[in-house]
C-alpha cells in the first residue's frame, strides 16, 4: 500500500469515527427552514393492507412534480398541509394529489387523491415514482 493511500485511509476512518450523528428529523426540518414559503402536502404512503400495513409520510411540495425512491405503496392518502410559518396555509380540504409513473407526469399512476378520498393503487406493492399536489377551490378550478 502507498504512503499517500495510508494516510487517506486514516483520514477518512478518523473522520468517520468522530461525525455526529443528526437525529432523524434533522434534515427535513433543515429543507423546510431553506425554503421560504414551503407549502407541502402531508402525503401517506400506504403499503399492505390490515396488520401488515406499514405506512410512510411524505412530504410533497405544492405544484412541484417529485420523485420518491426506494418506497412501495398499495394505496396513497392526503394527511394535511405542513407549512413554514411566514407561508400561508391553504386549506387542507383543497388538497389534491396524483401519482405519475414517469418525470414528464404524461404517464398516470393513480387517480387523484383528497383527504376524503385516498387512492388505492395496487394490491401487490408497487414503486412510489412520482407524485404532483396542488390546491383547488370549491369549485374545481387549479392553482398551482
Known amino acids: 500500500m502507498h504512503f499517500t493511500t495510508l494516510i487517506a485511509a486514516t483520514a477518512a476512518l478518523a473522520s468517520t469515527a468522530t461525525a455526529r450523528f ?5 434534515m427535513e426540518m433543515l429543507k423546510r427552514t431553506m425554503v421560504p414559503n414551503h407549502v407541502s402536502a402531508k402525503v401517506v404512503a400506504v403499503n ?3 396488520k401488515d400495513q406499514a405506512k410512510h409520510t ?13 418506497t ?5 392518502r392526503v394527511e394535511g398541509v405542513d407549512h ?3 407561508a400561508p396555509k391553504p386549506a387542507e380540504d ?3 394529489c396524483q401519482r405519475y409513473l414517469n418525470q414528464y407526469a404524461s404517464k398516470i399512476g393513480s387517480e387523484r ?4 378520498e385516498p387512492a388505492h393503487i395496487s394490491t401487490n406493492p ?5 407524485i404532483l399536489c396542488y390546491v383547488t377551490n370549491d369549485q374545481g378550478d387549479s392553482e398551482l
Not at 22 to 26: G, I, S, T, Y
Not at 72 to 76: V, W
Open 22 to 26: 443528526l437525529p432523524p428529523n434533522a
Open 48 to 50: 399492505g393492507f390490515g
Open 58 to 70: 411524505i412530504l410533497a411540495p405544492l405544484g412541484r412534480l417529485t420523485h420518491v425512491s426506494r
Open 72 to 76: 412501495q405503496i398499495t394505496e396513497l
Open 84 to 86: 413554514v410559518a411566514d
Open 94 to 96: 383543497n388538497i389534491v
Open 113 to 116: 387523491f383528497t383527504m376524503e
Open 126 to 130: 408497487v414503486d412510489f415514482g412520482w
